[in-house]
C-alpha cells in the first residue's frame, strides 16, 4: 500500500510540475525599473513590456525604485524571489559602470541575474539649456572648461548612464562642474528645460523629442554616424571631439536561479516585442538602435554584461 501512496504522490509532484511550467506566468510580473518614471529606462521598459504582456497573457506591472544611481533598485531585483514574477530593465549603469564607482556594491552584474535579453541601444547625446551661450560643441567645450564652477550638470545618480558619461565628458575637455543627482534623467531633463540646469549627457530616447521642440539645445551625439531619428545633430566627430564616443544600452534580468522555462518565455516575449512592427516604430522614432536577432539571447547578453563591466572600470577610476 505505501508502495502505491508514494507513486501517487510523485505522479502528483510531477503533475503539478508540469502545470507549472505550463502555465507560467499564472500571475501578472513585477518589472522593476531602477530610476523615476518618465526617464529613458522607464520609457523603454514601458514600451516593450506593454507588448510582452501581450505575449505573455499577463500584464507587465512596472515599479519605480529609484536611489543611488540605480543600483537601489537593482539590489532588489538581486534579491527578489527567483521565482519568474521579478525581474527588471538594467542597463549599462546598473549592470556596467556601478561595480567601478561602488566599491561595497550589493551585487554582482555578473554573477546574481539570469540574462534575460537585450532591448535597446541608447546613443548618447550632449544636450544643454535653451540659452546655453554656445552655438556648436568648441564654443560649448571652451564655455565649460571656463565656466566649470559655475555650471551645473544633471545626472542620475552616481553610476547612471548619466552620471558615466557625464565624467567621461568632463575628464576629457579638463573641466569638473558640479554634479547635479535626480531620481533619473526625465526629472533631470524637466530642470534642463526649463533653465534651472546647465547641461547633460543622456539618452537618445529621453532627448530626441525635446531636441526636436526646440526647447532644448544638442551639441552632439557621441556614435560614428548621425541617428535617423535626429538627422540634423552632428557626430562628436563631425563636431571636433572624436575620442568621446559612447553608447548605452538597455536589457532585461531576472534574479540568479530563475527557471530556464521563465527565462525562456520571457526572452520569447520581449523578441516578440522588438519584432512588432508598431513597437519597433516607437523605439526607433526615440532614436534607439535595435539589437539584431543573435544579440537577443540570453547568453549574448551574459557575455556583453561581463566585457561591460570590464570596459567601464579603469574608464570611470581615471575619470573621476
Ligand atoms: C541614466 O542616466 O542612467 C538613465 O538615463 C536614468 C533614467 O533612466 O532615468
Do not use: C
Not at 525604485?65 to 549599462?92: K, P, S
Not at 566599491?103 to 546655453?132: M, S
Not at 554634479?179 to 529621453?206: H, R
Not at 570590464?310 to 575619470?319: F, G, Q
Request: proline share 7%.
Amino acid at each position: 500500500m505505501k508502495f502505491l501512496a508514494k507513486l501517487a504522490f510523485a505522479a502528483a509532484a510531477l503533475a503539478a510540475g508540469s502545470v507549472s511550467a505550463q502555465t507560467y506566468p499564472a500571475k501578472p510580473v513585477t518589472m522593476i525599473v531602477p530610476f523615476a518614471a518618465g526617464g529613458p529606462t522607464d520609457v523603454i521598459a514601458r514600451i516593450v513590456g506593454e507588448h510582452m504582456s501581450r505575449t505573455l497573457g499577463q500584464q507587465i506591472v512596472i515599479e519605480n525604485v529609484a536611489g543611488a544611481g540605480g543600483t537601489t533598485g537593482t539590489t532588489r531585483a538581486a534579491q527578489a524571489a527567483n521565482d519568474g514574477y521579478t525581474i527588471m530593465m538594467g542597463h549599462m549603469g546598473t549592470h556596467g559602470a556601478a561595480p567601478a564607482l561602488y566599491p561595497n556594491l550589493r551585487y554582482d552584474p555578473t554573477k546574481d541575474f539570469e540574462p534575460i535579453g537585450l532591448a535597446a541601444g541608447t546613443p548618447i547625446l550632449i544636450v544643454a539649456k535653451k540659452a546655453f551661450p554656445a552655438n556648436d560643441l568648441k564654443s560649448f567645450t571652451d564655455h565649460v572648461k571656463a565656466n566649470a564652477d559655475k555650471l551645473n550638470l544633471a545626472h542620475a545618480g552616481v553610476g547612471s548612464v548619466s552620471h558615466s558619461t557625464g565624467i567621461l565628458l568632463g575628464s576629457m575637455i579638463g573641466a569638473k562642474p558640479t554634479m547635479v543627482p535626480y531620481t533619473g534623467t526625465g526629472p533631470a531633463l524637466n530642470d534642463l528645460v526649463s533653465g534651472q540646469v546647465d547641461f547633460m549627457t543622456d539618452q537618445i530616447v529621453n532627448v530626441a523629442e525635446q531636441i526636436r521642440a526646440g526647447t532644448i539645445r544638442a551639441y552632439a551625439i557621441a556614435t560614428p554616424t548621425r541617428s535617423p531619428a535626429l538627422p540634423d545633430v552632428p557626430t562628436t566627430t563631425e563636431a571636433g571631439l572624436p575620442q568621446y564616443q559612447v553608447s548605452a544600452w538597455n536589457a532585461m534580468f531576472a534574479p540568479k536561479g530563475t527557471s530556464a522555462d521563465a527565462v525562456a518565455k520571457l526572452n520569447d516575449a520581449l523578441r516578440k516585442a522588438l519584432a512588432d512592427e508598431a513597437t519597433r516604430k516607437r523605439l526607433l522614432d526615440l532614436g534607439a538602435v535595435l539589437p539584431s536577432a543573435d544579440e537577443q539571447t540570453p547568453a549574448w547578453l551574459g557575455a556583453f554584461v561581463a566585457k561591460e563591466v570590464e570596459r567601464w572600470n579603469p574608464v570611470l577610476k581615471a575619470a573621476r
